[in-house]
């Protein structure tokens, strides 16, 4: 069954977006500032532009090859069984990503909200509905996004703000840290979190104007950058690199330091968890699926919504086999890094034989919706 194209370019970034700000950003200033102290700003902004390297492999790709996911134009670049190989490590690294981040959240919410609650309740409990979310074609899925995209920017950017009041410019000096000699795998492991810009490859083929993808990509990962980096420049500069160092969800901790105006809300912790399960939320739904769309296209499936409950149980178990949450944060910086060569190195290296070998797909015209296949 075909689909029209129905994606905008502001659709397509909403979903980078929302995609991109999910479960990391509780910890990012803590992961920013182990890396280089005050400098942390600095190594995000710089882990934002390894984002855009990989982002701009897999939007270019899209538009060489317009009808066409990474898992379709692979083979037709390298070949069926070496894209199969490729594909895989996708899909699996994928899967991986979405446990973790459901682990993740199964943590924060049993430490902060539910005590007495079993995080397997809580990780089942959202994959259950990212599995059942994914059910739906593309278009839904954007739409979702879309639906989600402003609940999670603006409240997000509203406690930034409200917060720089109690900041101080000198804890974000010197810029480039006091010791700079660990900022290269900070960015490494900050340019993981925009590993969500893989999604692109699926919402590409969808798009009315896939020659757009690129200037889509750029905004959407533009205003979650921006995001990030606003962040963690709040965060340093309301406690410091020192006792950020003491904290293991910076942002959490910055939420309850910021009032409203007027005193009206003592503190938007309780406001700011509320957007962050949303954002968290987005993020497992467009992990998971990459993770089951990417498997029912190098599979031949017909349907993608039998393998979504298939693979449930898995991704569950993955999820669930960190011990304690200073192993989990281990793993997950540890997978990210790696996840690099997949969603950096991978799309590279096919958009480098693709224009050497002048491989490129059907160019859609600009005044005929067509189908995708």
């Known amino acids: 069954m075909s689909n029209m194209r129905q994606i905008t370019t502001i659709q397509s970034a909403a979903v980078q977006v929302s995609t991109i700000i999910g479960v990391g950003v509780l910890a990012l200033p803590l992961i920013a500032v182990r890396a280089a102290d005050s400098g942390a700003p600095l190594v995000t902004l710089l882990g934002l532009m390894v984002g855009y390297v990989g982002l701009f492999a897999i939007t270019i790709l899209g538009m060489r090859f317009p009808d066409q996911s990474i898992i379709q134009y692979s083979e037709v670049i390298i070949g069926k069984w070496l894209a199969w190989i490729g594909n895989l490590f996708a899909i699996v690294f994928f899967a991986v990503l ?3 981040a459901a682990r993740e959240f199964g943590e924060v919410v049993v430490t902060s909200v539910l005590k007495s609650t079993p995080v397997e309740v809580t990780v089942i409990v959202m994959l259950l509905l990212a599995s059942f979310s994914c059910r739906n074609n593309i278009i839904t899925f954007t739409y979702l996004h879309h639906f989600y995209f402003p609940l999670i920017l603006f409240p997000g950017l509203g406690i930034v703000v409200l917060s720089m009041k109690n900041a101080d410019l000198i804890n974000l000096q010197p810029i480039i840290g006091n010791d700079p000699s660990h900022m290269l795998t900070g960015v490494l492991t900050i340019g993981a979190l925009f590993q ?16 757009k993808a690129l200037l889509a990509g750029f905004v959407g990962l533009l205003i979650a950058g921006g995001l990030y980096v606003a962040i963690v420049v709040a965060a340093v500069g309301v406690f410091g690199s020192e006792e950020i160092k ?3 969800w910076p942002t959490l901790e910055l939420a309850k330091a ?31 699926f990459l993770t089951i769309r990417m498997a029912s296209e190098m599979f031949r499936l017909q349907d993608h919504k039998a393998i979504s409950t ?59 919706m067509e189908p995708l296949h």
Do not use: C, H
Request: proline share 6%; net charge positive.
């Open 98 to 100: 979405t446990s973790l």
């Open 246 to 248: 003491n904290l293991l």
């Open 196 to 211: 969500g810009t893989f999604i692109m490859t699926l919402v590409i083929p969808a798009m009315r104007k896939p020659q």
């Open 310 to 368: 298939f693979l449930l149980p898995f991704v569950f178990i993955l999820a669930m086999l960190p011990t304690n949450i200073i192993q989990l944060y281990a793993v997950i910086e540890d997978v990210g890094r790696v996840g690099l060569y997949i969603t950096i190195a991978y799309p590279g290296l096919l958009l480098i034989i693709s224009l050497v070998r002048k491989k490129r797909g059907n160019q859609p015209s600009d005044n005929v």
């Open 258 to 288: 910021t009032t409203l105006p007027a005193n009206v809300l003592e503190r938007l912790d309780a406001a700011f968890l509320a957007v962050w399960v949303t954002a968290v939320f987005t993020t497992l739904l467009s992990s998971y």
